[in-house]
């Protein structure tokens, strides 16, 4: 089972741009899908992008798609999620899972949540 840890996070002007990473463990990770969601205050946990296991595949939430960049390092067993031109609407923990590999689904896998990070974009 994939266990994840995310890093990244921080406060950030509207405009701004961050990184976030997940390191995660265990030897099959260059065979899962991963995806990155995000819970803002008093909302549900909601997707935000998803990577097929070798990279070549690629799926985004309207709300950042132009803007956000998913990516992976399997060697590294590293997801990462670029962030640019955040909004105050950005707000959110994010964290990162195991999705279902039909990317068109936008799931969780396996229900193995981390600690998530947190992202403040002030206005």
């Known amino acids: 089972q994939v266990q994840t840890v995310e890093s990244g996070g921080g406060l950030v002007e509207a405009g701004g741009s961050l990184r976030l990473s997940c390191a995660a463990s265990g030897r099959s990770f260059n065979s899962y899908a991963m995806g990155w969601f995000r819970q803002a205050p008093g909302k549900e946990r909601v997707f935000v992008a998803s990577?097929?296991?070798?990279?070549?595949?690629?799926k985004y939430a309207d709300s950042v798609k132009g803007r956000f960049t998913i990516s992976r390092d399997n060697g590294k067993n590293t997801v990462y999620l670029q962030m640019n031109s955040l909004k105050p609407e950005d707000t959110a923990v994010y964290y990162c899972?195991?999705?279902?590999?039909?990317?068109?689904?936008?799931?969780?896998?396996?229900?193995?949540w981390g600690q998530g990070t947190q992202v403040t974009v002030s206005a």
């Open positions: 899972v195991v999705v279902n590999p039909q990317l068109r689904i936008q799931r969780p896998l396996i229900d193995a």
């Open positions: 990577i097929n296991w070798s990279g070549t595949a690629t």
